[in-house]
T-cell receptor
């Protein structure tokens, strides 16, 4: 089945630093989504990408849909304490389009 | 406010008992989904429903059952046949099924089987 490899698994940074994480797949996706999950809560959608090459920003967050349609990255600029959490990428493929395939998550920890 | 509600937030059950998790949405979304999340893992799809009175198995449907009698409700039953039911369960919905329709998640129910 389709799988997403998300990296890094965890990050420990200082407040104010920029963050970059990415997801790669061996198969093509039509849609890439980035979610943030706080402990004990449901994931919250950050950015949705629908076209290859698309670059979208949401405040300090920027995400791109890779040209090959097999990868995506998420950048966070000037990190702040409330950025702490787990970030998930998710993709929707050509087949079984109702299904989202999730990465394993990137756990972000920020030292003040 | 529009959104997805899941209840209860925490649920404890004895081994061998069936338990039903509630998911309600007032977003007028056609499609609804159930996911399971284990510690340090991504989400895995249990069941999904594209329309009322219709649902399909996801990747890990064994030991679970669902119903979709109303558009706004998609309850999940964790049966005694599920070998490892302790997990965090997340419900989601989208306007309609398909690759351009983003899924939005509820707050989750943490089920612990003793």
């Amino acid at each position: 089945g389709q799988q997403l490899n998300q990296s890094p698994q965890s990050m420990f940074i200082q407040e104010g630093e920029d963050v970059s994480m990415n997801c790669t797949s061996s198969s093509i996706f039509n849609t890439w989504l980035w979610y943030k999950q706080d402990p004990g809560e449901g994931p919250v959608l950050l950015i949705a990408l629908y076209k290859a090459g698309e670059l979208t920003s949401n405040g300090r967050l920027t995400a791109q849909f890779g040209i090959t349609r097999k990868d995506s990255f998420l950048n966070i600029s000037a990190s702040i304490p409330s950025d702490v959490g787990i970030y998930f990428c998710a993709g929707q493929g050509l087949q079984g389009a109702q299904k989202l395939v999730f990465g394993q998550g990137t756990r972000l920890t920020i030292n003040p | 406010d529009g959104g997805i509600t899941q209840s209860p937030k925490y649920l404890f059950r004895k081994e061998g008992q069936n338990v039903t998790l509630s998911c309600e949405q007032n977003l007028n979304h056609d499609a609804m989904y159930w996911y399971r999340q284990d510690p340090g893992q991504g989400l895995r799809l249990i069941y999904y429903s594209q329309i009322v009175n219709d649902f399909q198995k996801g990747d890990i449907a064994e030991g679970y059952s669902v119903s979709r009698e109303k558009k706004e409700s998609f309850p999940l039953t964790v049966t005694s046949a599920q070998k490892n039911p302790t997990a965090f369960y997340l419900c989601a919905s989208s306007i309609e099924p398909g690759p351009l329709n983003t899924q939005y998640f509820g707050p989750g129910t943490r089920l612990t089987v003793l």
